[in-house]
């Protein structure tokens, strides 16, 4: 697992440039954001004046899922790709105020996110909170990253968001990718198998 703490990239944070994950924090109402972020955030607000809603219903929207998977349905892992840190009521503190010994594992390839995680990221004693460094395009290399922390034996909740230099159609082939690897550490069965094939059918 990368240790955020050891990465050789660059991870300090520019306080006078303005970063999309803090400018997202600053809608909704956050306080890990700088003068900057609030300026371009208020910025686009004097261009679409509903961008403060659009951010808070996304985080309600992300709460209630969360809250639904960690409560009523107990699932007790969690893999979230592309975190969006800093932002306000993360996937383990929502996870873990409902379910404590919940599991949960952030990746992001973001060279700042590791500086924010490392003030952000504080998980409950009972359960596990875990971030690494990967793409993903990358599938295999977030799976080595995530088994220390989440057992791919039981089920894994997973967010994931495309990235915006991405297609939609290249974000497809990135998840349809990583389903197949989850397919073949779980249940012994290729991807192209009849089992994989009938698992993959819906996507």
Same mark, same amino acid.
């Given at each position: *697992? ?5 990465? $050789? @990239? ?36 004097? *261009? ?5 809603? %659009?951010?808070? !219903?996304?985080?309600?929207? /992300?709460?209630?899922?969360? &809250? ?28 873990? =105020? ?6 949960? %594992? ?9 500086? =924010?995680?490392? !003030? /952000?990221?504080?998980?409950? $004693?009972? +359960? !596990?909170?875990?971030?690494?460094? !990967? ?7 977030? /799976? ?13 909740? @997973?967010?994931? @968001? ?7 159609? =290249?974000? /497809? ?14 249940? +012994? ?8 094939? &009938? ?5």
């Amino acid at each position: *697992m990368s240790d955020p703490h050891s990465s $050789p @990239r660059p991870t300090r944070v520019r306080s006078d440039i303005a970063h999309n994950a803090r400018v997202w924090n600053h809608w909704p109402g956050g306080k890990d954001n700088y003068p900057v972020d609030r300026a371009v955030g208020d910025r686009v607000t004097s *261009m679409y004046p509903s961008i403060g809603e %659009v951010a808070r !219903a996304d985080r309600a929207f /992300l709460g209630r899922v969360v &809250r639904h998977l960690a409560g009523d349905v107990e699932a007790g892992q969690f893999l979230d790709i592309g975190t969006g840190l800093p932002t306000a009521d993360n996937t383990h503190e929502v996870a873990q =105020h409902t379910a404590p010994a919940a599991r949960i %594992v952030y990746v992001d390839n973001d060279p700042i996110v590791p500086t =924010h995680a490392r !003030a /952000l990221i504080i998980s409950s $004693p009972e +359960g !596990a909170t875990e971030y690494i460094e !990967a793409d993903a395009p990358n599938p295999e290399e977030i /799976l080595r990253g995530i088994e220390p922390v989440l057992d791919l034996k039981k089920p894994v909740a @997973r967010r994931s @968001r495309p990235s915006s230099a991405g297609t939609r159609q =290249h974000y /497809l082939n990135i998840n349809y990718t990583a389903a197949g690897l989850l397919i073949e550490k779980v249940t +012994g069965h290729t991807y192209e198998s009849e089992v994989g094939r &009938r698992i993959l059918r819906p996507l």
